[in-house]
């Protein structure tokens, strides 16, 4: 068999790795793999959409593969160069390089002769090559075209760029005001990187976005008594949750309802309230939308916070501390809607607080950064035969009836409902869980327990990490209870005090484990009535019939003989 891989990020790597091992797992032959990267490196947007200070905004337990983990003592959120340097590192751990074809442009792909297989043709080196494969790996990512937003008048700004080319602060100049449009993660840097430049002023624009929590559990003043910090600081939120009986041990009436969401949304709401006064995110007064980039919201909301006798009572109970800003600000904006001759912005009214202190001041930028995303673009594909990532109806990974095609990474992790920024993302417990179950990877608590009552506490505590499925099935591998025994173990016993075991363990446990024990002998007893009552229309139906034919037969019976008196007998 022979698969083409194209894309050289983090998705490109592991299914290289698992395509020219599964022989190691499986009864079939070794296969063929090779991986296309257009760059002269591997890494991905983290390589070649680096910038000053940028960090993964998931921690290194979710974004590390299952089985090469990064050195202990490390980090918890790795920079991107640390990410592309342990990807580097991938590759060597498992001779992967072999396989991997850099500067190569994939210039097409058609299918093959009957629509058996695939042709790719890529170029390199200045040659154009072919080769025929039985299946395709798209892997080139989400962030790879950039999307150039149209604002009236643009061209009315001394300096607009995507935000893909700003690499680190020194490009902001001197004195310069500065508009960020958009306020996702790259936004939010952005921003950051802006105010603590040596930039006149800064101002951020949003659309209406989703609320995500921050990337650490949050550790705050309780009574004015300063938290005992340790030197990494509390978990990450991402894998401080335990999620047995809301993915795994989970009956499908509460799967499938919104329960689950109903909890962790007032989690994340509530939480921000209790610890700084604010249900739209920590320290967050102004606006709903992301904030995995934290960092940049203490210059954001200082103009916003409120002061009323209830928030002063909140506070003296407890209080996340509020980083200093040394008088720094960015002003918060709604949508540009455009930008006239004299380069001044005006935008959209949303009705916003930041909409009302925005129509006091004059907003003229020397440089505007379009922090707004990128376009998905797949120019090679040949024809209207292949389907797209919006297609994949099968686990957001191929189309049902062209399994040979896949488009692996596509889809992120995210948290509650999206509007106009974010329409691939997923669940990440319930989504892991989910493809663990598809391919006989998820233990269960009869093949954890002779495990040890260790790693039976770690697989009911801990986050749905990678590795925890490599611990059965088909991708088993000896190592991962290693795994499971010292990092992930570590996830658990980091958790701090209330928002740590008891909101995101013993709450969730507790209520989702008794609902879900309370609807399984639901269940039960109405599969027991349901069973009892069709046992019984079966039976009352059999003598219905059985005195209806009687009846007839009798009918039958009486009309024959009142016949027979006036028939001739003989």
């Given amino acids: 068999m022979k698969v ?221 008594m300063k938290p005992k910090v340790t030197p990494r600081g509390n978990i990450p939120i991402d894998v401080g949750a335990a999620s047995l009986f809301d993915t795994a041990y989970v009956h499908p009436w509460l799967k499938n309802s919104d329960l689950p969401w109903w909890y962790y949304d007032r989690f994340v709401k509530w939480t921000p309230w209790l610890v700084s006064g604010t249900k739209n995110g920590f320290d967050q007064w102004s606006s709903v939308f992301f904030i995995k980039s934290a960092k940049v919201m203490p210059y954001i909301t200082q103009q916003y916070r409120k002061t009323s006798i209830l928030n002063t009572l909140r506070s003296y109970v407890a ?96 948290f509650g409902p999206s509007n106009s920024r974010v329409t691939y993302g997923v669940d990440h417990e319930s989504y892991v869980y989910q493809l663990a179950l598809d391919t006989g990877s998820t233990p269960s608590i009869s093949e954890i327990l002779p495990m040890g009552w260790k790693m039976t506490l770690c697989w009911a505590l801990s986050a749905q990490v990678n590795t925890k499925f490599r611990l059965v099935g088909p991708w088993r591998w000896e190592g991962a209870k290693e795994i499971m025994h010292t990092e992930i173990w570590e996830t658990v016993t980091r958790r701090r005090g209330f928002f740590g075991h008891v909101t995101l363990s013993v709450i969730p446990i507790l209520l989702f484990g008794s609902l879900s024990a309370l609807l399984w002998v639901v269940d039960e007893i109405l599969k027991f009535w349901r069973g009892l009552f069709g046992m019984l229309a079966r039976n009352w139906g059999k003598a219905v019939i059985g005195c209806l034919l009687s009846l007839c037969l009798l009918n039958v019976s009486g009309g024959l003989q009142f016949l027979g008196k006036f028939l001739p007998v003989g």
Avoid at 167 to 183: A, C, H, L, N, P
Avoid at 349 to 365: D, H, I, L, Q, S
């Fill in 4 to 224: 083409a891989v194209i894309g050289g990020g983090p998705s490109g790597l592991v299914a290289l790795k698992h395509l020219v091992t599964a022989h190691e797992f499986f009864s079939t032959d070794a296969i063929e793999a090779r991986l296309f990267e257009l760059e002269d490196s591997i890494g991905g947007k983290f390589k070649h959409h680096d910038y000053e200070e940028a960090e993964l905004v998931s921690s290194r337990y979710l974004t590390t593969f299952s089985d090469y983990r990064c050195p202990p003592g490390s980090p918890d959120f790795l920079a991107t160069t640390e990410y592309v340097s342990y990807l580097e590192a991938y590759c060597t751990h498992f001779n992967l390089w072999p396989h991997i074809n850099l500067q190569t442009a994939v210039t097409k792909i058609e299918r093959g002769v009957g629509g058996v297989g695939h042709i790719v043709q890529y170029l390199k080196y200045g040659v154009q090559w072919e080769w025929h494969v039985d299946a395709i790996a798209l892997c080139s990512g989400l962030h790879h075209t950039p999307n150039i937003l149209h604002i009236d008048g643009m061209e009315n700004v001394p300096v607009s760029m995507h935000s893909s080319l700003l690499k680190e602060r020194r490009q902001f100049g001197e004195g310069k005001d500065i508009m960020i449009v958009g306020s996702g993660e790259t936004g939010m840097d952005m921003a950051y990187l802006a105010v603590t430049a040596n930039t006149k002023s800064v101002t951020l624009c949003h659309r209406d976005g989703f609320l995500c929590a921050s990337k650490r559990a949050p550790e705050p003043f309780w009574f004015g």
């Fill in 319 to 414: 209080q996340v501390p509020l980083a200093e800003t040394g008088g720094r600000k960015i002003d918060l904006a709604p949508w540009p809607e455009r930008i006239n001759e004299n380069g001044v912005v005006h935008f959209v009214e949303n009705g916003r607080p930041e909409a009302e202190v925005m129509r006091k001041k004059v907003v003229k930028p020397d440089i505007v950064i379009l922090a707004t995303r990128y376009k998905q673009s797949f120019p090679f594909l040949g024809g209207e035969s292949y389907s797209m990532p919006r297609d994949a109806n099968m686990r957001a990974i191929w189309k049902e009836g062209d399994e040979s095609v896949a488009f692996i990474g596509f889809v992120r992790p995210s």
